[in-house]
């Protein structure tokens, strides 16, 4: 029997290029794993609650992303997590045993409450995020839970609640492992952080033209300040791109005219360019299909909210067992 996997994306954007080596990694794991892949629409409720109209969106387009990357409803199990309501009964009957204390632990939740001027998100639904997500992964009773080191807090937490459960009903719920993606975070086009919030992102669905205008306004070395002086490619913003996706040959190419003033920015980010278009042009061509046929994207999406359903109607026929429910 295949060993199980399970992970999703919170529906709260489009998704970056930073996104591109997850899904391409998800992607890789297609064969070798039975893999229960979901859009959490749910989780981009607990902090876009007071205005959702963009959830449904972002969550078609990041659908249609991941299709176009190469997930494959043949091999897997693609579907969205509000489509599959054990989702939210199982948050609830983990709700029940998980300790507030833990929860306000989570490093994630600490830090997004301490930017959280207003204190829109001291709500139940902000503070129980980790538990819903450890109901996705649980209910398919996943072994590995491919993610970003973001995301291993969150990881850690659901292992707490599989052994929780287990203790106080019986041995229902394996105990998953994280599988880190080790691919280093781009930053964004200013070097910061890629966010959607600071507007320096690269979308996956950008084309030639909009590429062209973002990576022309890209942040390189600022201490090279003109063509002439040498330059450090550890040190710009433009090379971190460059180990995305250009090719060991060039790259060493590329650094070693960048130290001795050999090749300027421009011609750089020229190169960059073109690798990036490259880079995108498959996934681009295959959104493009998609997007002409709806049909094919309903049927996607019945399909695997079929499957998902099957595997959680099974998990939640044990839970309901464990625990005693009439
Ligand atoms: N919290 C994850 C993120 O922000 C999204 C997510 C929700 C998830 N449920 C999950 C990831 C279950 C892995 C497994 O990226």
């Not at 199980?4 to 070798?32: F, M, P, T, V």
């Not at 930017?115 to 072994?143: C, K, W």
């Not at 295959?286 to 997007?291: A, T």
Request: with cysteine.
């Amino acid at each position: 029997m295949k060993k199980i996997i399970a992970s999703g994306n919170r529906a709260s954007g489009r998704l970056h290029i930073g996104h591109l080596k997850l899904l391409e990694h998800w992607a890789s794991l297609q064969d070798e794993y039975d893999c229960y892949f979901f859009i959490a629409d749910l989780h981009a409720l607990t902090t876009e609650y007071q205005d959702t109209g963009k959830v449904a969106e972002y969550s078609r387009d990041i659908f249609i992303d991941w299709l176009s990357v190469g997930l494959d409803p043949k091999k897997s199990h693609l579907f969205v997590q509000s489509h599959v309501p054990a989702h939210s009964e199982l948050f609830v009957l983990f709700s029940m045993f998980t300790k507030l204390g833990r929860l306000y632990r989570v490093p994630t939740y600490k830090e997004r409450l301490r930017e959280d001027e207003t204190h829109s998100l001291v709500t139940l639904g902000f503070l129980g995020y980790p538990v819903l997500q450890a109901a996705d992964i649980l209910m398919y009773r996943a072994n590995y839970v491919p993610v970003g080191l973001d995301q291993v807090s969150h990881v850690e937490l659901t292992r707490e609640v599989a052994r929780d459960f287990n203790r106080l009903y019986g041995d229902v719920f394996p105990v998953p492992d994280v599988l880190l993606n080790k691919t280093p975070n781009l930053p964004g086009t200013d070097g910061r952080k890629m966010s959607k919030s600071y507007g320096n992102c690269i979308y996956i669905s950008d084309g030639p033209d909009t590429l062209r205008k973002k990576i022309a306004t890209m942040f390189s070395n600022p201490e090279r300040k003109r063509r002439s002086d040498p330059g450090d490619a550890e040190k710009c913003n433009v090379y971190a791109f460059h180990k995305a996706f250009t090719d060991d040959e060039t790259l060493a190419r590329i650094k070693a005219k960048c130290k001795d003033a050999s090749i300027g920015c421009v011609e750089c980010k020229r190169i960059l360019l073109e690798n990036l278009v490259e880079a995108l042009s498959g996934p681009q061509e295959m959104r493009r299909r998609i997007e002409g046929d709806p049909g094919y994207l309903d049927d996607v999406l019945r399909k695997g909210r079929e499957g998902a359903s099957a595997a959680a109607d099974m998990t939640m026929s044990n839970v309901r067992k464990a625990l005693g429910l009439w």
